[in-house]
């Protein structure tokens, strides 16, 4: 993420929002601190299917009914 000022970005507004338009993210600084973010329009649809499909490479989906050969305290028999 590049850092600008916001006297550059007022300065040079139109090439700023270009390179947004392009993808890239900008962070708006005054006196050295961080005080916005100009980023990127992203569709919604698009973002949920990106963050399904991280979530999707980390989870494991199986069979949550069948026992795994253990004894389940449901099926045993009670005294």
């Not at 305290?73 to 009670?78: H, V």
Request: no cysteine; charged share 30%.
């Amino acid at each position: 993420m590049t850092e600008i000022t916001v006297s550059d970005l007022r300065q040079h507004l139109p090439a700023y929002l270009r390179r947004v338009q392009d993808g890239e993210e900008l962070a708006i600084t005054s006196h050295g601190r961080v005080i916005a973010r100009l980023v990127p329009d992203q569709d919604p649809h698009v973002a949920a299917k990106a963050r399904l499909a991280k979530l999707r490479a980390r989870a494991t989906v199986g069979d949550v009914e069948s026992p795994i050969g253990e004894d389940w305290e449901a099926t045993r028999d009670r005294p």
